[in-house]
């Protein structure tokens, strides 16, 4: 290709926190990118001075009922199977459907932004195997991360305090200060301590004073599922409105990337064909493709046209978080509604002790790992009204509000251990409205996962018990046992934390990309998002995908950032 | 990272709504107190949301069906109207007919509802893009053979769902007693039946801009304030009882 045909440096495929990061980075090194998205823009405005559009505000029937955020089940259906054995699929709709909005995964997200741990990358070598699942060791440590983890968190605005135990070592401190506690964290974290767990306040993305010229969080309330009217959460927005001011960056919403073009050697990205909102078709040609579609998108990209796949591991190894949902309801009202969604959180039963030991030696389980567990309040009034169910009850259990003023909601982010036959692939037959096979998700959990709940769950409830509860139950998220016959809609994973589907590795015949996010098969074609997770952590991962993109992004323009060591 | 209590709530919502509907009665604030006001800032009636709004999709007499079905479903009582009473079938009508407006009301604007300070801006409703429109088209016109809705076969468009519900509880449901109305609504097909719950639920405590909970009586009779926004809580609001 010659460089007069070319229309910019870097084309990025998606403007979720992995794309908004790579185009910062790029641009910032004086690459020019297109950022391509499928979704619609209601972010921040695409002209100078780039500010808020508007458009979010505190509603539950927008954002919550009626798909403001996308992407909409009707046009852009999902479908999903446990196993084969369930036929083509079990269920077609709504299955993990992060946004497809300009800002991605970042717009809905309550911004629970912690990072790894050391371990997380060397759970093999650290733990040893475990049978009918595919561990690995990440072909990175966290001290390679560590200089992206922390540009990532001064880049978005991270606010914590280092008083978690268990945390990894840190370059330098927190870029704000936390916020203010939730009325029912100040209950749960105070309970978790009485029982010998280490609670803290959780990292967030949401500024608890005015950063980078953004304001401080005015404690609302609406914060997973809605995006920030104000912008107090700075994940991405605060990563685009730099790319456009660098005026080497453009993005481009409602365009939806079909294709990525290829020489004739097949190994080597030429660019991309997309069709803007019209549905006409363009193509755009750059020195690099990259990428960032999410988790679920990337691997369906790359099906559709078999590349980059001559390992067989493109959507293999599929992973959520496999959520425990123990929630206690108080005698009074605990008003989650206030406040950040979630500002607590307990990372006990990742590191584990002696009965978590035994409890995975009694399984047959050489160790268990679990997850963060999030203290946070529960949602508005539509979804409450909808569990409640009409009838002359109605309007005294509105009032009385268990499941909402009342409620207080743990969730465990437990470890999913990857499995090969857990994966998105095409659907046989159920289609988008531009006539592409939908994604289908096939995934059932590994039986590590589900004796850490049974362990975590006891715990949970004691806990939430202690804090003054009435009454405590717990769920998990895909649903077991007597749960799975629920709705069909509750049937799939609930979590939007997807990973693992274009895993990164050393060697080429195991993995998708190499360490750097290259794909082994295509040299100019990168991964950035969580599609390269090698293990799901216990831990949110919108960070890591950050840190991961932000370092591929460094060393593609040649600009690795120094080694860091702690600060105290 | 989201809202999970959502997810706990639908994962079990049998269990935890007969928990919850057990506890019913060690309210924290027992029937018989006065309402409660609003908290945050200066709550006034929402005069958008007034009950003479023009009819778009629904005949006088599907408008008064629907209206005596959510009263049912959610009732009335000492602490406000029912969904019904409080503007449901306002609600439905402009879902039904929001495609007579441009842009369609679909989305409300933002960012602030004016209730708690700031500029209101739901009003300005938001335009769809090629795709969304033809998903709400589809939900609410149906694929009606169109080839270019038709990518997953046939669907059956709210409107068409509605029209048919009207038939099976009887023109003259509105003037039926409440029990016999309970049957009819009782021999309505689940899907049907949870398709009209859902939309009293989103009336009756949805923001009144569309078109349910009248001057914001749904949520005064459960003390909760809606958009909060540009006041927010204070943070002493937020962690103390």
Known sequence: VNADDLDCDAIVIGSGPAGATVADVLTAAGWSVIVLEKGRNHLLDLEPPYGPLGHFSNDEVKCVQRHFLGPDPIT????????????????????????????????????????????????????????????????????????????????????????????????????????????????????AENLGLHPYRAPSGVNSVEYDGRPACVNCGFCGWYGCPIEAKGDPVALLRRVLRTGRGEIRPESHVVEITLDRSGRYATGVRYLDRDRNEHEVRATHVVLAAGAFETPRLLLRQNLANSSDQVGRNLMYHFQTLTVGAFPFRVHGIRGRSVTGAHDDHIVGDEAQRKAAVAAGLPWIRGGLVEHGGAGQPVQEALVYGPGAHHGAAMRDSSLRERLWVFTMQGEDLAQPSNRIDLDPAVRDAWGYPAGRVTYEPHPHELVMSDHAAPILESVLREAGAEWTITSTSPPRGADIDLTPLGMAPASYHIMGTCRMGADAATSVVDPTGRTWDVENLLVADSSVFATSAGYNPTLTIMALAARAAHLLAGEPLPPTTAYR | VLRTSGFAIRLSSFELRSLAVRSVGKAAQPPGEAAPEMTAGSAKPDPRSGSNRAQLWLTDGEHQTLRAVMDRLIPGDEWGPGAGGAGGADYVDLLLGAFSFQPPRIWAGGPFSGRHGGEPGFDRWLDLGPVEELAWRIRIEGTQGDPARTFNGEVTGWQERYRAVFAALGADLADQPADIQDDRIAGLADEDRILVYTHACEAHYGDPTYGGNREGAGWRAISFDGDVLPRGWTDEEVSGP
């Open chain 1, 76 to 191: 852009e259906p999902r479908t999903y199977r446990r196993t084969v054995d369930d036929g083509d699929r079990l269920m077609t709709g709504h299955v993990n459907a992060l946004p497809t909005t300009v800002g991605g995964g970042g717009v809905h997200a309550d911004a629970k932004l912690p990072r790894f741990r050391e371990e997380d990358f060397l759970l093999r070598a650290a733990l040893g195997p475990v049978d009918g699942a595919d561990v690995v060791d990440w072909p990175l440590t966290y001290a390679e991360l560590e200089p992206y983890y922390a540009e990532a968190e001064k880049a978005v605005g991270v606010a914590g305090e280092e008083t978690n135990p268990f945390a990894a070592w840190r370059s330098g401190p927190f870029p704000m200060p936390p916020g203010a506690d939730m009325y029912g964290a100040t209950l749960s974290m105070a309970a």
